[in-house]
């Protein structure tokens, strides 16, 4: 039975009840040696042709294949589930020893799954892979649960890597100066409406932090006047109520002034030339045209604004809460910008 063994140091394995005090600081290294033995003899077993010894899920697995052909799933996407399937189960014979069946699954727990890690981390593999392989295990293991009535707790319960995440990259401090330098020469000359309209939306980002999905779904009854508050309502992050900087409204007022059409209170607050909302890959392509007249480099987008925001609150002093609220997110999603120090 997979739950009553356990890997001893000498690759040997022992039932639940004999633990042999493991020490947590030793499990690991019990782990690595364990895998080492384990993969030793999978390796010579398949060296004798003897495709018995790795783990086979059949025919449950072919049964859950054939359902997800039956549901439309891509051929890419169920190759790769087929191929996951049979990387895991030779994992787990390494793991464990012995070949296993799709029954064992219900017997696996969170110290199998952390071997599966450390053999694939050590093999090279990156977090993404692993992730994507207990992302097809997980699927198999819901259906043998619906299907056959099989729990699968422990595997389904299970904590899984995390993928750390890179701070995000704030624009560069004299990139914003320059947006900032260009919008009062839009406010007070001769600029084509829709040079207004980039740079108001631009400098809006910049000054409340609004993703581009965000911007363009703002209404023109959301935008109080002449306060420059705006009402993000329809958004995917939390609705908040925003106040945009001096310049960025003035450019909003320029801008409303001179868009060749009649935006009633329901229509969209930044239109096509065509008189539709504005998309957010039209903006997306305006920042990047704007960037690359400033020489800026091309990973950059106008998410960046965002960032850009976010940092600045963060380098003010702001609390995390602040910052959040600001954002419409939860306070874990902001941490990065602390550095470690919110």
């Known amino acids: 039975m997979l739950a009553s063994v356990r890997p001893r140091p000498d690759g040997t394995l022992a039932d639940r009840d004999g633990a042999s005090g493991v020490r947590p600081q030793q499990q690991l290294s019990e782990i690595e040696r ?9 390796l010579v077993n398949e060296m004798r042709g003897d495709e018995m010894y790795n783990s086979s899920f059949a025919p449950h697995s072919d049964q859950w294949i054939a359902l997800l052909r039956r549901s439309l799933r891509s051929l890419r996407t169920i ?7 049979r990387d895991v189960g030779r994992a787990l014979t390494i ?7 799709a029954g064992d699954l219900s017997l696996l727990e969170q ?3 952390d071997a599966m890690v450390t053999l694939w981390r050590e093999s090279g593999l990156s977090i993404p892979t692993i992730l994507r392989r207990f992302a097809a295990l997980r699927g198999f293991a819901r259906f043998l649960e619906d299907e056959s009535g099989l729990r699968c707790r422990g595997l389904l319960s299970a904590r899984l890597p995390m993928i750390v995440r890179a701070p995000r990259h704030p624009f560069p401090p004299q990139t914003v100066a320059a ?5 009062p020469a839009a406010a007070h000359g001769e600029c084509p409406w829709v040079e207004l309209r980039n740079l108001a939306i631009f400098l809006v980002q910049v000054s409340t932090g609004l993703t581009t999905a965000e911007v363009v779904t703002i209404n023109r009854e959301e935008l109080l006047s002449p306060g420059g508050l705006i009402i993000v309502a329809s958004t995917h992050l939390r609705p908040r109520l925003v106040q945009v900087s001096p310049l960025a409204n003035e450019l909003l007022q320029r801008y409303l002034a001179h868009v060749p059409f009649d935006l009633a209170a329901h229509d969209p607050l930044f239109v096509t030339v065509g008189g539709d909302r504005l998309k957010p890959r ?7 045209r704007w960037g690359a007249a400033l020489g800026v480099p091309v990973l950059y987008g106008p998410m960046c604004l965002r960032h850009s925001f976010a940092r600045a609150l963060a380098e003010s002093g702001e609390r995390p809460e602040v910052v959040a609220r600001a954002l419409g997110v939860g306070v874990t999603s902001v941490i990065r910008y602390f550095d470690n120090e919110g």
């Open 34 to 42: 364990s895998i080492t033995v384990n993969l030793e003899r999978v």
């Open 282 to 288: 039209t903006v997306q392509v305006a920042f990047r």
């Open 79 to 85: 190759d790769c589930y087929e191929r996951d399937l």
């Open 179 to 183: 947006l900032n330098a260009v919008g």
């Open 111 to 113: 110290r199998h799954v």
């Open 95 to 101: 793991v464990v020893g012995r070949p296993c069946t």
